[in-house]
């Protein structure tokens, strides 16, 4: 096995980033990050406290307030985010390493995620420039036009898988709408969060618009989300989770937006293109380490190809590189946490007692230390089974056979979640009709999950509230005011003009 791989001049302290400047947490709390591979911790970082969030709301709010960015014109904003996106790209390199070596994420995985962040910046940086509102005419009467405005300030949170993508996701749509934040990163992995202040600086982004703080999501995140400064709160985590952010926006009717959790089904129908489908339900399940929140981790087979599926699904799962996430060779690398491994193994045991064991099992042969866990299937397993309803976010994948479409629909929709789905079938009718059959955001017609980055992005039941992608982030991180203009007499029924009447006439 090759060397356990440590980036050069790796920071042994991370600082929040407020106002324009690196700061530690008023108090001075710090906690330890460690690398998934060794599980020894590598850094120390500024463990915020409602304190430091006071400040960083107010350093945001002040921002928005007093501008420029909230004020300037969409193309000056867009020149700035194009600005990201060149530097982002032109750091791809180094910030895959930060990432891989930060979140265990195997290194060619995570170069393709910083190039999907530099997109994220380019793509919203077009939208605002293209973006218009319809105006609307009543003949000779009325005109009405929207008025399109940045919210104030967002609080954005963000989870540890594919971190710096989903920061981009978040960061990009927020401030090309002239809003400001305050982003608080997973706790897991704080390292490439630490590198937007310099990339933003070197853009020219306006001092106060990203404010960074690092911390517990249970102090610093439940405050953030509380902050009666915060209009408009952006989370990306478990279903549980988000359940306790929207019990705290509530009272305050702040813009919520959760994408939460999945379970989500990829129906293979005998009929589909078999090897096009072996090739994506595997990678969808077993790709990111499995920790994806969109991954195929419910794979229903039609019984007249079940048996020969899933003895090629093994194969492949038992042939699966897993290494160290720096070597290029790697496809499974290292679970980011300790207590995230403890959870997964823990499926697999429960699993154990509810489906056929055909890959896997356990911790990954050769790596008795560091979060290694063998890529691992599951056959015959029941639809009330644990590992067949609860999301893992691990390589462990439960396959059900079906034999009607009926039965496929069924099965597809049987859990609370409701985020992407998959349909393999070269019935074209069947695929659209199964499609819109099943509760779920997002369906994949005999692909794999591939984004366009203009079609909206989210869930249904346990998996979130509202989409973002494309407009509908432009909705969600502005208001729009509704603006009348009277062309003609303004024909107000008179009021209060009869003078005749006494007190008493009634
Ligand atoms: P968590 O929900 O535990 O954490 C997500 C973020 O929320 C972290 O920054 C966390 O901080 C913070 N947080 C935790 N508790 C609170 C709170 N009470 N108030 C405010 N913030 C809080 O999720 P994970 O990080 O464990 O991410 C994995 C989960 O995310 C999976 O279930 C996965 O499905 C889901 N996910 C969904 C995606 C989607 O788009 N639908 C995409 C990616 C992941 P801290 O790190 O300090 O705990």
Known sequence: MSKHFVPENLPDHLQHYIDGKFVDSIGGKTFEVQDPVSNQAYATAAAGQPEDVDVAVAAAKRAFKEGPWSKMLPRERSRVLHKIADIVESRDDELALLESFDSGLPITQAKGQARRAAENFRFFADLIVAQHDNATKVPGRQINYVNRKPIGVAALITPWNV????ESWKLAPAIATGNTVVMKPASYTPLSASLWPEIFEQAGLPTGVFNLVFGSGGVAGDYLVKHPDVPIVSFTGDSSTGAVISTAAAPLFKSLSLELGGKSPAVVFADADIEAALDATVFGVF???GERCTAGSRVLVQRDIYDDFVARFAERAKNIVVGLPSDPATEVGSLVHQNHFDKVMSYIEIGKSEGRLLAGGGRAEGFPTGNYVAPTVFADVAPDARIFQEEIFGPVVAITPFDTDEEALELANNTKYGLAAYVWTSDLKRAHNFAHSIESGMVWLNSNNVRDLRTPF?????????????????????????????????????????????????
């Open 163 to 166: 971190p710096f993508m989903q």
């Open 287 to 289: 790709s990111l380490n």
């Open 458 to 506: 989210g869930g249904v039941k346990a998996s979130g509230l509202g989409r973002e992608g494309g407009y509908r982030s432009i909705d969600f991180y502005t208001t729009q005011q509704s603006v009348q203009i009277n062309l003609n007499e303004a024909h107000s029924p008179k009021f209060g003009v009869q003078t005749s009447r006494k007190t008493g006439d009634a």
